[in-house]
């Protein structure tokens, strides 16, 4: 969550907004045991927690496509919802790009 909180104040920032030192989980409807367990279930093999890195937060709409300028727009939601969010390798991540496949 520490990371997606970073890039959602990356993309803010870039946008001239910002976070407002608040939480993005009090604009998502899920928790960060539910977040975990989303990602967990989709682990292809290899895959851990303790390897976050090798692997990456993909978004299958990808971001680019979903641009927000604030949490409370709604490109936030759909550009964060559970569904939205895959792990994927990070060679494959960074090859499918801003491709929506």
């Known amino acids: 969550m520490e990371n997606v909180s970073k890039r959602v104040w990356m993309i803010l920032k870039r946008q001239g ?6 939480s993005i989980l009090q604009y998502l409807p899920y ?11 989709q ?9 976050y890195g090798e692997w990456h937060i993909d978004h299958i709409i990808p971001q680019s496509k979903l641009l927000y300028d604030s949490m409370d727009h709604p490109n936030f939601q759909k550009c964060w919802a ?20």
């Open 31 to 41: 928790t960060k045991e539910e977040f975990k367990q989303h990602l967990v279930s």
């Open 43 to 51: 682990f292809t093999e290899g895959m851990t927690l303790d390897n």
């Open 17 to 22: 907004s910002s976070k407002n030192g608040e």
């Open 82 to 101: 559970l569904e939205n969010l895959q792990p994927l390798w990070a060679i494959d991540n960074m090859r499918k790009s801003d491709k929506i496949l």
